[in-house]
């Protein structure tokens, strides 16, 4: 009765003959607008820019990070929140493309680095999974512990990014849509022989 869906909850919906496309280009542009580098409105700037996250996975992290100093933050944090303003003053066009055509076929690729945040020494893994050529379910988070390896950092972040492989396969059986044969992508060669030693299962 309302026609196509073009505007939803600050998400702007494109919907083409070979796709859809979400983008939450207004709501940055209206974002550069209501946050011009006021530092007392940190707290609802963080805010607004996880809402951003919807259909921008690329600052989830780093969002993340700013988050923990909304209390209390200091000029440094609001020189971080200022760079993710700066960053998508250059690129409030980007959004998430969902194709038509492209089938079911689920993948999940996960990263990691080592002992990369300076403070305390952990990792930060990230994964995300791809249902046909599109993107359906991604994370990055800090790990809780301390890996002690290159190789045991790649592992952890393969095995959270199997057990939400399994959470989307169950959701696909829902729908009855079989994943038979699911490959999660791993640039660590010791963390795929890991994976295949059946001591560890």
Request: charged share 20%; net charge positive.
């Amino acid at each position: 009765m309302m026609g196509e869906l073009t505007f939803f909850l600050g998400l702007q919906v494109k919907q083409m003959k070979d796709g859809i496309f979400i983008s939450q280009t207004k709501y940055s542009r209206d974002l550069m607008k209501k946050f011009d580098m006021d530092q007392t409105r940190y707290t609802s700037l963080i805010g607004s820019l996880f809402y951003l996250t919807t259909s921008r996975p690329n600052i989830t992290f780093i969002v993340g990070v700013c988050s923990r100093f909304q209390f209390v933050p200091k000029d440094s944090h609001m020189i971080g929140a200022k760079r993710i303003i700066r960053y998508l003053k250059g690129c409030q066009e980007v959004g998430l493309w969902y194709p038509k055509e492209g089938g079911f076929n689920l993948i999940g690729y996960s990263d990691s680095d080592y002992a990369g945040c300076r403070v305390d020494k952990k990792s930060t893994p990230g994964t995300c999974q791809i249902l046909g050529n599109r993107l359906v379910s991604w994370f990055r988070k800090k790990q809780n512990s301390i890996a002690t390896s290159t190789a045991e950092a790649k592992y952890i972040v393969a095995s959270s990014c199997c057990a939400q492989v399994l959470w989307v396969r169950q959701q696909l059986r829902d729908y009855e849509i079989e994943q038979k044969e699911i490959s999660i992508m791993c640039d660590n060669t010791s963390a795929i022989e890991i994976t295949q030693n059946p001591v560890l299962h």
